[in-house]
Structures are given as structure tokens and as C-alpha cells.
T-cell receptor, first 113, second 115 residues
């Protein structure tokens, strides 16, 4: 089982739609959670961190459920410019001073005009 | 602007010919990472430096080496590139707070082609 699992998509949605991505992680010792965005042939860029209380940034809302080891990202009022791959990223402590990021394979979003 | 810079952006090499990829940062972050990303796959961590401490991932082939001569620069050396090493190589930086590695900032990547 992969440490971080995402539905690869693609999610094809019309402009203005609301779309939700889900992500599950297997390591209960995971400490920090992020959503990154990656455009085609570009580097990943941090979209937002994910907190237990949930957090919102404009049209984007992230939720974390530690009990279910589940993370979500909700995008409201989708724009063409939201088309990208969304990577779910989990920070895991493997003991001692080692703490590293584990990336999901990403969910591809295509917003249609 | 503070940033992570990678050179070159595109690198073509021949099978078995050593190649070095370069990363520099103006963020003054104490952690630097090298990732390999193949098409439609997640970035795969090869190794990272916390200051001068080198941390190799267990499944990183010996063919991949790294150097960090100072805080700002980090190099990825591929000693004998094979066709399977063709990929995007991403450099990233972060700070570290206690035992936690904070959000990572990525460079634009170097796309390596092996002929």
C-alpha cells in the first residue's frame, strides 16, 4: 500500500464548478500535511498547509481527519487557471531526527470553458 | 527575490557520460533536497542535506552522488547515466524546526535526457 494515495483523475469540470479531492495516508505518525500544485512540466508549489481545524484560503478549503487519516481539498468556483496536478503531501517522522515529506502521485484537474 | 535556482534547465547527455546538475538558493535555508520525478509520478526523494549532514535514501542508487560545498549550493552528480535516469530533477529547500522539516520551496527543475 502506498504511503499517500490519491485518485489520479483526471477530473474534468466546467468553469464555476466545485470540485473536491481526497487523499489518504497510511502512517499514523504523520505530523504535517500540505497540498502542493504542479503545473505541466513545472515545479511543485505550495498551495496550502492543512491543519486539524481546517483552513480556508479564498476559494480553497483544506480539511484533515486524523482519525480516518484522510485529507481533502475543496475548490469552489473553478477557474481555467486552476487546471493543474494537485499533490497531497505528508510529513512523516521515521524516528530520531528524521522527518521527511512523502508525496502522493497527484490528482489532475482540467477545468473546461 | 529570494529563490531556488537550477542550472541548466535542460541537460542532454550520452549513456554513461557523467553529468552534474546545479542548485543554488538565496533563501538561506539549512536543508536542501534532490528529487527525481518521472512522468505522471510523484517526486521521489534521492537525498537531502541538513546543513552539512548528508542523508541518503535507502533506495537511491550508488550512481547518484551529491555535494554541498556551502549553504547556498548543492550539486547532483550522476556518474554513469542510464536511459532509466531520464527524468526531471528537482531541487528544494526548507528550514528545520526541531525535528520537523518545514514547507519546501522548489526550483524550476532540470530536465535530463539520456541518449
Amino acid at each position: 500500500r502506498k504511503e499517500v494515495e490519491q485518485d489520479p483523475g483526471p477530473f474534468n469540470v466546467p468553469e464555476g464548478a466545485t470540485v473536491a479531492f481526497n487523499c489518504t495516508y497510511s502512517n499514523s505518525a504523520s505530523q504535517s500535511f500540505f497540498w502542493y500544485r504542479q503545473d505541466c512540466r513545472k515545479e511543485p508549489k505550495l498551495l496550502m498547509s492543512v491543519y486539524s481545524s481546517g483552513n480556508e484560503d479564498g476559494r480553497f478549503t483544506a480539511q484533515l481527519n486524523r482519525a480516518s487519516q484522510y485529507i481533502s481539498l475543496l475548490i469552489r468556483d473553478s477557474k481555467l487557471s486552476d487546471s493543474a496536478t494537485y499533490l497531497c503531501v505528508v510529513s512523516v517522522n521515521y524516528g530520531g531526527a528524521t522527518n521527511k515529506l512523502i508525496f502522493g502521485t497527484g490528482t489532475l484537474l482540467a477545468v473546461q470553458p | 527575490d529570494a529563490m531556488v535556482i537550477q542550472n541548466p534547465r535542460y541537460q542532454v547527455t550520452q549513456f554513461g557520460k557523467p553529468v552534474t546538475l546545479s542548485c543554488s538558493q538565496t533563501l538561506n535555508h539549512n536543508v536542501m533536497y534532490w528529487y527525481q520525478q518521472k512522468s505522471s509520478q510523484a517526486p521521489k526523494l534521492l537525498f537531502h542535506y541538513y546543513d552539512k549532514d548528508f542523508n541518503n535514501e535507502a533506495d537511491t542508487p550508488d550512481n547518484f552522488q551529491s555535494r554541498r560545498p556551502n549553504t547556498s549550493f548543492c550539486f547532483l552528480d550522476i556518474r554513469s547515466p542510464g536511459l532509466g535516469d531520464a527524468a526531471m530533477y528537482l531541487c528544494a529547500t526548507s528550514t528545520r524546526t526541531g525535528s520537523s522539516y518545514n514547507e519546501q520551496f522548489f526550483g524550476p527543475g532540470t530536465r535530463l535526457t539520456v541518449l
